[in-house]
Structures are given as structure tokens and as C-alpha cells.
């Protein structure tokens, strides 16, 4: 062999290993990038509320609106045509539904938005449509402050598509408004900050909303317009459903029993692995064929086989399943909000053809940040591991250490106290008058410390070191306050709580468990140059 072609080869072997390296570290590490979503590209700097009026000044004490209101924040004002029905409540957890009533009733939305100006009903409307609208939510459907579920369509009932406050073209859209989250602020901190991070995070605006009775106009407080979870180019982007093929696209979701889904009899349930359900969102039941449900069942019954397995061997197959990134993205976000319904219920999972499973969009973070409904938040420990397959994937040191390399990454750039209080600022002082209104509105609820009182939520007492503390806020700044505490204390402790779960692994799969290999190939591939060089 000639002293060229030594030349040649060892230049390529550096090459190579150059590459490797580098694509290596790329995987590893370049996560930011992932961001060129329509979600992270929606999310824009909130203004700040300067205005010297007295919030209050332009609502009367029956809480309707009087001449020259306006608002900093866009407007939405329903007419509806008859009272929203109660279709469904709930009994020791159990959902009951009406079958003689109709959720649905018909009207009409206005939407006002001005660009750099206040907004008011004088304006012209930036949008009207006629709408199907209906309560929604689980345990929020009984609270006084209801919430929409708002479906456009035109003036003969057919779905009509709008591109509302910029959110991209649909006719399914969310109004929440929960009472549980005194602050307001909870799902859009959350959201705004997934956005950053994973493929899709839902999208929201905040406005007021009005409900139009003949001339007058019924403040109803601070809402976020919101998209809703489903699949769609401009949301979960995941192809048609192809009624023809048995094998499709498909959007589950872990939640409690519901009568308005169809739920699958998955691996995991029928052999008591978790006591959730999995219900198929897309394709939608008019859209379902058995062959299409079949294919679901059967595919995601597969990938929690693999996890479950006791087999190691079977096991550390389980990144051929699912995106593995998503899942630790989707672990991070809500437990560093503290959002520990995730997993359980509300978790939204998506497969499109000819992909492995994804993990998401994030939901519903009402009772996130220390404001679950049954306990005080210990920011000093994680549960998201204990959660459904995530109580799977924690026992692998390789997802563990992923977990580690991701947040410090994150911790940088967003769950961090600089980023987050930033952010709370930003939002309560683009919301300063019209929390007041909030506040003014529902104040029967949020002062009531009376749990009597059914149309409200209560955060239970605790004890502490004999006495019983009471978890009764009614002040406005002290929630916020009581946010940024939990966020401090629990982003600190993340890290090092993180490194304690590693020590709890049983299995390493992956690259990393076969690190003395690894190693051992690089060592080679460096040294194999050298000696093709000078061997003679």
C-alpha cells in the first residue's frame, strides 16, 4: 500500500470519526432548534395595561356594561339563543349524562380586536359567525364562572372555519375561564413556555367576554380563547385519517371514563397496569370504521407491552415505540409546573402513519402550581414518575439521564426564576384592569371561604406540626406570590432530584449502556489511523 493511499484512508477514518462525533453530540444537545413550530412562533410580547381609569368604573353592580368600556385586551361577546342546558354532573367521580338533553344550542360570536388601540363593542368586529356553543369541563362544568366549547359554523349549521386572534383556521374553539385558577395566569405561563420546547403546545389569547341579553351586554370575566386538541395542519399535524386502510393516524387520550369518546380495551387496562382509559379523539366517532379502532388498540396495546414487559431483552426495545425526546419533554414541563394530573388524565398521545408515538400537546394546568385541590405541593420531590409508562421508563438510567441533559438545558433558558417571573409580570400587567373586573365579577366565590358554597373551589386544609393551616387565598397578589414561591423552590430542587431518581434505575438500554463498547470503538477508530500510518 502506498504512502498516499495511507494517507487517504487515515483522512477518511478522521473524517468519519469527526462526523460521528459531531452528529452525536448534535442529538444530544442541539434541542433549542426545535422550535420552528406555529405554536412558539404565535406567542408575542404582552403589552402592558397603562391605563389610569378605574377599572371598575364602566360596570354597574348587576355586572353589565355601561357606555365607553373598553379594554386593553380583545373582546368576545355571545348570543346565544336560550340558556345553556346542564347535560351532564358528576357522582363520586362517575360521569352521568342527560340522554333527553341537547348540549348544544345555537347563536352567534363577535370577536373585537383593534390593533394598537383599546377595544370596544363600538368598533366593527374583526369577526362574527354563527356558532354551536355548549359548557364543557369535568368538575369545572358545576362552578359558577362556566366554560365554552365553541363550534363556528355558518348560517345553515355547517362547520365554518375562522382564523380567530390569529390562531390559524378552525371551527372548534375553547373559552376556559376556570374558577380554580384564581391567578389567571396558570395555563398561559404553561403553554407559553411548552411552546418553546415541544413540537406543538396549545395556543391562547386572553380577552373578556360578554354575553349579549337584548341591548345589554353581562360581563363574564377573563376568559383564554383557546385552540382545541385535535388534529389539524394548524394544530396536532398528523395525516387524514384514510378510512379505507385499517392503518391511520391516530390522537388518544388518557383520561377518566367518558361517555363521548370511544374507549379502547388497551394491554395496560386489561391487565391492571393503570387504571386509566385510553379514548380515540381522531379520527372522530363519525369518522371510525372497526378496522381503523382495531388498528389503534392493537398498535398502542403493542407499545405498552414493550414497556411493561419484564423482560429486559423486550424492554430496552422501547425506542422503536415512541418518541422518546417528547416523552421526556412532556415529563419536564409538568413537573416543573407541578402539574401532576398529567399522565393520569387529560394526556394526550399522537402516532402518524409511519412514525412512532408522541407524547402531548400539555393540558389543563388549573390545579398546577400548588393548587391541587387535595394536597400542599412538596416542591422538593417529584411524581411524575410515578405516573402511567412514565413509572416504566423512570426504571431505565438512559431515559433518566436524558431527563437530566434536557433540563439543564431548559433551566437555562425557561425554568429558570428569571425567565418565569419575567413572564408572570409581563402577563399580570398586561392583565391589571381587567383581573380587577375578574375579581369583581366572581368575587361571591373567590372571598367565600364557605364550602357550602358548590359553584366554587376549595383547596383543602393541611396540618402542620399539629395545627391545621388553612389553604383560603383571597387576595390577588398573594396568589401570584404563592406561584413564584413553588416555581423557585421546585425548579432548584430539579436537578438534584433528578440525580436521585437515576439512583433508583434497575436497567440502562440504549447507547449509554453499552458505554465501555462505545468507547472501546472510539479508542479503535482513533488509534487505527496511526497505525496504518507508520506500519510498514
Not at 397578589?477 to 440525580?499: A, C, D, F, P, R
Request: hydrophobic share 35%; charged share 25%; glycine share 6%.
Amino acid at each position: 500500500m502506498t504512502a498516499n493511499m495511507k494517507r487517504l484512508i487515515a483522512g477518511i477514518l478522521a473524517v468519519s470519526i469527526l462526523v460521528f462525533g459531531l452528529a452525536y453530540v448534535k442529538y444530544r444537545f442541539d434541542i433549542k432548534n426545535q422550535k420552528d413550530t406555529s405554536s412558539y412562533l404565535y406567542y408575542g410580547e404582552l403589552v402592558e395595561d397603562t391605563s389610569k381609569e378605574d377599572p371598575l368604573q364602566y360596570i354597574d353592580e348587576d355586572f353589565y356594561m355601561k357606555e365607553g368600556f373598553s379594554s386593553n385586551l380583545p373582546l368576545v361577546v355571545l348570543e346565544t339563543d336560550g340558556e345553556l342546558p346542564n347535560y351532564k354532573t358528576f357522582d363520586e367521580n362517575e360521569e352521568i349524562v342527560y340522554d333527553d338533553v341537547d348540549p348544544w344550542i345555537t347563536g352567534k360570536i363577535q370577536l373585537y380586536d383593534k390593533e394598537g388601540s383599546r377595544n370596544s363593542i363600538n368598533d366593527k368586529p374583526v369577526m362574527s359567525s354563527y356558532m354551536k356553543i355548549k359548557k364543557r369541563g369535568h368538575t369545572s362544568i358545576s362552578f359558577d364562572k362556566p366554560q365554552y366549547y365553541i363550534s363556528l359554523t355558518d348560517s345553515e349549521g355547517n362547520p365554518a372555519q375562522e382564523n380567530v386572534f390569529g390562531m390559524g383556521k378552525e371551527d372548534a374553539w375553547i373559552l376556559n375561564g376556570s374558577m380554580a385558577d384564581k391567578s389567571m395566569i396558570r395555563n398561559y405561563i404553561a403553554y407559553r413556555t411548552a411552546a418553546q420546547i415541544m413540537e406543538y403546545a396549545p395556543r391562547c389569547q386572553f380577552c373578556e367576554v360578554f354575553i349579549k341579553k337584548g341591548d345589554n351586554y353581562e360581563y363574564q370575566g377573563v376568559y383564554l380563547m383557546m385552540d382545541k386538541i385535535k388534529q389539524s395542519p394548524v394544530r396536532v399535524d398528523i395525516d387524514k385519517c384514510d378510512t379505507d386502510n385499517s392503518y391511520t393516524s391516530y390522537l388518544v387520550r388518557r383520561d377518566r371514563f367518558t361517555n363521548f369518546d370511544t374507549m379502547l380495551d388497551t394491554h395496560g387496562r386489561i391487565n391492571g397496569f393503570d387504571e386509566g382509559y385510553i379514548g380515540v379523539k381522531y379520527p372522530s366517532v363519525k369518522k371510525q370504521t372497526e378496522k381503523n379502532l382495531d388498528y389503534i388498540e392493537q398498535d398502542f396495546s403493542r407499545m405498552e407491552k414493550i414497556l411493561y414487559s419484564e423482560q429486559e431483552s423486550v424492554f430496552k426495545q422501547y425506542s422503536n415505540y415512541i418518541d422518546v425526546e417528547s416523552f421526556a419533554d412532556y415529563f419536564l414541563i409538568n413537573e416543573y409546573f407541578g402539574n401532576y394530573d398529567a399522565g393520569e388524565h387529560s394526556t394526550y398521545m399522537y402516532k402518524n402513519q409511519g412514525e412512532v408515538l408522541k407524547i402531548g400537546p400539555v393540558w389543563d394546568f388549573d390545579q398546577a402550581m400548588n393548587n391541587s385541590v387535595t394536597d400542599e405541593m412538596d416542591p422538593y420531590t417529584l411524581a411524575m414518575q410515578e405516573k402511567p409508562l412514565f413509572k416504566q421508563l423512570c426504571k431505565d438510567s438512559e431515559f433518566v439521564n436524558l431527563l437530566k441533559t434536557r433540563y439543564a438545558i431548559y433551566r437555562k433558558d425557561y425554568f429558570n426564576d428569571q425567565y418565569m417571573f419575567s413572564l408572570m409580570d409581563e402577563t399580570t400587567k398586561y392583565l391589571k384592569s381587567a383581573r380587577e373586573r375578574e375579581w369583581y365579577r366572581w368575587a361571591a366565590d373567590y372571598c367565600d371561604s364557605d364550602t357550602e358554597n358548590l359553584g366554587n373551589f376549595y383547596l383543602n386544609d393541611y396540618e402542620y406540626r399539629g395545627e391545621i393551616i388553612s389553604r383560603f387565598n383571597d387576595d390577588y397578589n398573594q396568589e401570584i406570590y404563592n406561584i413564584k414561591v413553588y416555581l423557585s423552590k421546585h425548579g432548584k430542587n430539579m436537578q438534584i432530584l433528578l440525580t436521585q431518581l437515576n439512583d433508583q434505575t434497575t436497567l440502562t438500554t440504549g447507547l449509554k449502556g453499552n458505554r465501555a463498547l462505545f468507547l472501546f470503538v472510539v479508542a479503535a477508530l482513533f488509534f487505527i489511523p496511526s497505525i496504518i500510518i507508520n506500519r510498514k
